[in-house]
């Protein structure tokens, strides 16, 4: 007889759950592993100028690989994909935990966003594979709690081996973990997962990996090489060619008819779909800053230790985690409420940061941080509901799609960005910390520069809440009230 919902449960399916836990883990936590250790890493390698390609090149992979994954999937099937990945991801580690100098550890934080991208992207996947439907949205939920975890227990690991051990052991143990997973998803026999050359459906859908991602990256890797060595001639060529690439980008996607990765009309502010993702991409500009620099500052101008910079960061995955924890059973009428509110908070954090980055206290630098995070995390699941809302119907999965993909290039693009005005404010030369002022002059550069783009994302939020006659006209309608 067959089951209901109500009789499934997710202890049969341990092996998978813990299959795609492992790829979100490894994934979630990295990124504030290296936040952690990144002080360390620097004080004992050098590097300074180079501090925003650790976030930049790892979102770039993050981006290629994640576009990828179904495409791959539907060819190779899950078991092969998702193996090559976390071997992908423990050779990045390893790289970095060997590196000489900053620039291999670049090129293995590169290959750890493919690896770590490419795990994320396909765990859910995976998902979707290996639990029958009424279970899905109950691993989906485990996922989500897992990644909470994560953000704690990221920066207490990387903290930890910085202070007993050294930056070095962090990446090492992350390797460790990802060949473990590797060879258990390609050696592992069935594992009752079912993981194997499984045709899923139409392929065409997402082939992506092509010239225009290419681009994409190019266009991302030309504007931080700008701010490796800054000049004006030199820096204002790297950025214009990088944002010609961007924009190359964005037109051969909207010409590519099925295999679009973004909906039509997609950074068009006039556009309900549009400004909402001018919004994403704008705020997560924004707000790179205190994860790419927070911890280097924090270390460097307040004299705290890397396990406390590293969780004054974290506070805001778990202001995220919390927020939408609270906000979670809202009805959609609300929607437009709490979008505009938790986006203004957002931008509200940035001259908060401004101030208490250079001239603390510590406390209150974590109190931003986690209301930043609490901002996101308030508005994020009703971004999606209300864009789908939106959008037209035959637009529906690419606007779920682009939400990570523009959120992750506006990452990477700020990290980027970042970087060049930090290097413009004499960060590199300063870095060592015997020049605080210096330091905290960077650091109120880092902030300011942040805050054209929360305007910017601001007026995207209002015109993405009220859209007005136009914009309804261009999507589906959606019921009054909303």
């Known amino acids: 007889m067959r089951k209901s919902s109500d009789d499934l449960s997710l202890c049969g399916y ?32 050098g590097g300074e100028a180079l501090i925003g390609w650790t976030v930049s090149l790892y979102e770039i992979g993050t981006i290629l690989t994640g576009a990828a994954s179904g495409l791959l999937a539907a060819r190779y099937g899950v078991r092969l994909p998702m193996a090559v990945a976390a071997a992908v991801f423990a050779a990045g580690c390893a790289i970095s935990a060997l590196a000489p100098s900053m620039w291999v550890v670049l090129a293995g934080r590169l290959l750890q966003g493919l690896g770590g991208g490419g795990l994320m992207a396909l765990a859910f996947v995976a998902t979707s594979v290996l639990f029958p439907r009424p279970l899905v949205p109950r691993a989906i939920a485990a996922i989500s709690a897992l990644w909470g975890v994560s953000a704690f227990l990221g920066p207490l690991i990387g903290g930890l081996f910085v202070e007993y051990a050294d930056w070095r052991g962090g990446f090492w143990f992350f390797a460790a973990q990802a060949v473990a997973l590797s060879l258990w998803i390609g050696f592992g026999g069935n594992l009752g997962l079912g993981l194997g050359r499984q045709p899923l459906p139409d392929p065409a859908r997402n082939a992506v990996f092509s010239s225009r991602l290419l681009l994409l990256a190019a ?121 505009g509110a938790g986006m203004l908070v957002v931008a509200a954090t940035i001259p908060g ?72 404010a004499g960060f590199a030369e300063g870095a060592d910390g015997a020049d605080r002022a210096g330091v905290a002059e960077a650091a109120r550069a880092v902030f300011a520069a942040a805050i054209p783009f929360a305007v910017i994302g601001l007026a995207a939020t209002a015109r993405f809440v009220f859209p007005g006659a136009a914009g309804r006209r261009s999507g589906r309608k959606i019921r009054a009230g909303e």
């Open 219 to 339: 266009g991302v890797v030309l504007i931080a090489y700008g701010g490796v060595e800054v000049g004006p001639l030199r820096t204002a060529l790297c950025v214009l060619a990088g944002i010609a690439a961007i924009i190359a980008f964005l037109v051969l996607d909207a010409r590519a008819g099925g295999s679009r990765l973004l909906p039509r009309r997609a950074f068009d502010p006039a556009a309900p779909v549009g400004s909402g993702l001018v919004m994403i991409f704008c705020l997560a500009v924004a707000t790179i800053g205190v994860t790419a620099y927070g911890p280097l500052f924090i270390v460097l101008l307040h004299g705290a230790s890397a396990l406390v910079a590293g969780y004054i960061v974290a506070c805001a995955s778990i202001g995220w985690t919390i927020a939408a924890l609270l906000v979670a059973v809202s009805a959609e009428r609300h929607d437009r409420t709490l979008i």
């Open 353 to 424: 940061f401004l101030y208490s980055v250079p001239s603390g206290p510590v406390w209150l630098i974590a109190a931003f941080s986690a209301l930043q995070g609490a901002g996101f995390g308030m508005a994020w699941a009703f971004v999606l509901r209300r864009m789908t809302a939106l959008a037209p119907a035959d637009d529906t999965e690419r606007v779920a799609g682009a939400l990570p993909t523009v959120q992750r290039l506006g990452y990477a693009v700020g990290a980027a960005y970042v970087g060049i005005v930090a290097n413009a």
């Open 14 to 45: 341990g092996a998978a759950l813990v299959l795609v836990c492992a790829g979100v883990w490894l994934h979630a936590a990295d990124s504030l592993l290296v936040a952690t250790m990144l002080p360390a890493l620097v004080a004992e390698i």
